[in-house]
């Protein structure tokens, strides 16, 4: 059974600060999404990496794929409020299939 | 707005009940998931179809669960004899056809079973 494991699994920071969410496995994926989501609410896509060792960037978050592609990390760079909410990191381990969650990691950022 | 849209948002129901949740991907993808959601917990799969191909279904789903997707547009998930335990979100997801996992998730239906 291929799993992912988040950490950490809560953190609460305060506004201004840098963090950095981990996805980890065992297993190999073919692909890696992040999500974020809010309560009551759908996870909404942030990214997909593909490419061992490929790095992507969106604004302040900053998305890596581990060169052997059983890795991922999300880091946030001078966190704000609005970023608040529940990062999820999901595998694909064939193409068009379903994907594979890690647990979540829970953000609140304090004005 | 051409998102993933889902029907109800928030169902709740009395145990033994059926309840029914529709989903509606968006107009192009022929990949369509069900995931189920707890509290405090990410997403797990339930079913997938290709278009109304249902292609894997997941241990999860039990026989009081069945899915459909007759014309390979919208998908139904019905919960027959619902347990306490089925008190969830139930997400729908869809995908492009070719090489992308990438999935697009709509809102959720959240159930209640009292």
């Known amino acids: 059974t291929q799993l992912l494991e988040q950490s950490p699994q809560f953190l609460s920071i305060q506004e201004g600060e840098n963090l950095t969410v981990y996805c980890n496995s065992s297993?190999?994926?073919?692909?890696l999404q992040w999500y974020r989501q809010e309560p009551g609410e759908g996870p909404v896509l942030l990214v997909t990496?593909?490419?061992?060792?490929e790095v992507k960037k969106l604004k302040r978050l900053t998305f890596q794929f581990g060169d052997a592609r059983k890795d991922s990390s999300l880091h946030i760079t001078a966190a704000q409020p609005g970023d608040t909410g529940l990062y999820l990191c999901?595998?694909?381990?064939?193409?068009?299939?379903?994907?594979?969650f890690g647990q979540g990691t829970e953000l609140s950022v304090k004005p | 707005d051409t998102g993933v849209s889902q029907d109800p948002r928030h169902k709740i129901t009395k145990r033994g009940q059926n309840v029914t949740f529709r989903c509606d991907p968006i107009?192009?993808?022929?990949?369509l998931y069900w995931y189920r959601q707890t509290l405090g917990q990410g997403p797990e799969f339930l079913t997938y179809?290709?278009?109304?191909?249902?292609?894997?279904k997941s241990r999860l789903l039990s026989d009081r669960f069945s899915a459909e997707r007759p014309k390979g547009s919208f998908s139904t998930l019905e919960i027959q004899r619902t347990e306490q335990g089925d008190s969830a979100m139930y997400l729908c997801?869809?995908?492009?056809?070719?090489?992308?996992?990438?999935?697009?998730f709509g809102p959720g239906t959240r159930l209640t079973v009292l």
């Open positions: 297993s190999v994926f073919s692909s």
């Open positions: 999901a595998g694909a381990n064939n193409q068009g299939g379903k994907l594979i």
């Open positions: 179809f290709q278009n109304e191909a249902q292609l894997e």
């Open positions: 990496v593909v490419t061992g060792g």
């Open positions: 107009s192009e993808h022929n990949r």
């Open positions: 997801a869809s995908g492009p056809s070719g090489n992308s996992d990438t999935q697009y």
